[in-house]
């Protein structure tokens, strides 16, 4: 399985950006996709994940405090893929986002999976 992430880039503060990732390979169901973040210094921390549910739970979805009522995670399940869109932005988001996901490739089995992060910069 691999995780391509694509979108990012360099924007003012205001600004927009939309990040997304696309899961490839043998998946037979994506338990779990979003995005991490990192800036210089500190630590990975979670920006959004979506969780799919489960015969006792439904699906859910999930942000950072910093990020709620800016950041809107959305995905496209025909496509794999996941999309972050991030809206007012601040030059507190600047940070590498990494795509996260946990795949199952059989009925018993699941992993953990990175993509390669990708910059977003926001200048004030």
């Known amino acids: 399985v691999q995780l391509q992430a694509s979108g990012g880039g360099l924007v003012q503060a205001g600004g927009s950006l939309r990040l997304s990732c696309t899961a490839s390979?043998?998946?037979?169901?994506?338990?779990?996709m979003g995005w991490y973040r990192q800036a210089p210094g500190k630590q990975r921390e979670l920006v959004a994940v979506?969780?799919?549910?489960?015969?006792?739970?439904?699906?859910?979805?999930n942000y950072a405090d910093s990020v709620k009522d800016r950041f809107t995670i959305s995905r496209d399940d025909a496509k794999n893929t996941v999309y972050l869109q991030m809206n007012s932005l601040k030059p507190e988001d600047t940070a590498v986002y990494y795509c996260?996901?946990?795949?199952?490739?059989?009925?018993?089995?699941?992993?953990?999976?990175w993509g390669q992060g990708t910059q977003v910069t926001v200048s004030s």
């Open positions: 979506f969780t799919r549910g489960t015969m006792i739970s439904s699906d859910s979805t």
């Open positions: 390979g043998s998946i037979l169901r994506i338990n779990a």
């Open positions: 996260n996901a946990r795949i199952s490739d059989s009925p018993y089995d699941e992993k953990n999976y």
